[in-house]
């Protein structure tokens, strides 16, 4: 454990003005998804100024990670700072401009979903080496793009080998350690209806279908989006109390019209296709095939009162998150070391576990063998119109990022 001596070393050297400044860099340079060059080329430069190896790693043509190690003098253990560069699209609602980087009575506004905790790792990890703290790991910032995709940024940073022995992902959690992992999967429903004119005559024994009206019937028994559902519905599941609303669902996606590519020219035909995305958060013991069973149990329950009903159910995620959730170990040395870090710089214990369980790109890392926590600012109004974060976190987020790695990185390995 770091002295207290070290401690306040590294503290008097972060700059928490100018990790709300690195944020709010980020903030002002568009990433959507698939579009995230700019902002990695921005990254690469920042850390060759601050004196780190760092490099454009080319996920697909176009898109790269923004890679950059500090390399420790030997015998001690890889930490990863993983963060995706990849945003939301703009939704109805904002009020500010996503883009400006707004800050006003103490909030910072933007996409600050990971950016705000891509920009205290850059501060944090400046004030360690400006500590002349002697490093005997490497330091790897993993900036990779497409987390919003299932994790494609990650997936080929861990395929070239930029691999470590723990990581710490940023995302959101509102300051507290995450520690669960919930399922990811996405299930496309289609109805499949008869289409008929106002005029037509069809023969004995047959009638129009609309695909639409039998997919709201769908969607109603689906359940309400963004809402647990409760033990003993049409999902099947044990139920865990310290899973805090978990399973859940959303509707995210529905289109509805005649033909497959759901032509909305021809409003005066009964329409005979409707298909809507799905999405699922899943409990441990929960995958995509008891998902996808469960899912077939409904619609044929439903088809038991709607005869004419026919559908189609498919799993669309394969190449994303996994589908069932998970848990990493409490008790890792990188729990430790941002569980005592949160403690130095506040002044508190960190929540453990306070918020949902997570799907994000820690799956990846987890998967490939290393173990590791999700802690990073904001939470509470993140992917939303007006999302923002508090300043204060961001500079709170630095200081436990920087004593995280000094910690971690000035350690021999065991």
Request: charged fraction near 25%; glycine fraction near 10%; hydrophobic fraction near 40%.
């Amino acid at each position: 454990m770091l002295s207290q001596e070290v401690r306040e070393q590294v503290l008097r050297h972060v700059d928490g003005d100018k990790a709300v400044e690195y944020v709010r860099r980020l903030l002002k340079i568009r990433s959507f998804s698939r579009k995230e060059k700019e902002k990695a080329e921005y990254l690469t430069s920042t850390m060759k100024n601050l004196g780190l190896e760092s490099f454009l790693q080319e996920v697909e043509p176009g898109r790269p990670n923004a890679i950059g190690r500090a390399r420790g003098k030997g015998g001690g253990n890889t930490l990863i700072l993983n963060g995706h560069i990849d945003h939301n699209m703009v939704v109805e609602g904002w009020t500010k401009d996503p883009f400006a980087a707004v800050v006003e009575n103490g909030w910072l506004y933007g996409f600050v979903h990971m950016q705000s905790a891509d920009g205290a790792y850059l501060a944090a990890l400046e004030a360690v080496l400006n500590s002349d703290l002697e490093l005997r790991g490497d330091v790897l910032l993993q900036f990779v793009v497409g987390e919003l995709q299932g994790g494609v940024g990650t997936k080929h940073a861990i395929k070239e080998g930029l691999l470590g022995d723990y990581y710490i992902v940023g995302e959101p959690s509102n300051l507290s350690i995450i520690t669960q992992h919930s399922g990811h999967m996405v299930m496309r429903v289609n109805t499949i209806g008869r289409a008929k004119h106002y005029t037509a005559k069809l023969p004995p024994g047959q009638k129009g279908v609309s695909a639409i009206e039998h997919m709201v019937k769908v969607i109603q028994a689906l359940g309400k989006s963004h809402t647990q559902i409760a033990p003993g519905g049409w999902l099947t599941f044990r139920p865990r109390n310290d899973w805090l609303g978990w399973p859940q669902i959303n509707v995210g996606v529905i289109k509805g019209g005649i033909g497959r590519d759901c032509e909305d020219w021809r409003p005066a035909l009964l329409p005979d296709f409707c298909t809507a995305l799905v999405d699922f958060r899943a409990m441990p013991g929960q995958n995509a095939d008891t998902v996808k069973q469960d899912l077939v149990n409904l619609l044929e329950k439903i088809r038991k009162e709607e005869p004419d009903l026919r559908y189609e159910v498919d799993w669309v995620s394969a190449e994303g998150f996994p589908d069932e959730g998970f848990e990493e170990p409490l008790d890792t040395p990188v729990f430790q070391a941002v569980y005592d870090a949160h403690q130095a710089a506040v002044g508190s214990a960190p929540q453990i576990n306070g918020e949902y369980p997570k799907v994000t790109d820690a799956s990846h890392l987890s998967k490939a063998g290393i173990r590791g926590i999700i802690y990073g600012p904001s939470g509470k109004f993140t992917s939303r119109p007006d999302e923002r974060v508090e300043v204060s976190e961001i500079v709170t987020a630095a200081k436990t990022y920087a004593l995280a790695i000094a910690e971690i990185a000035t350690q021999r390995k065991k």
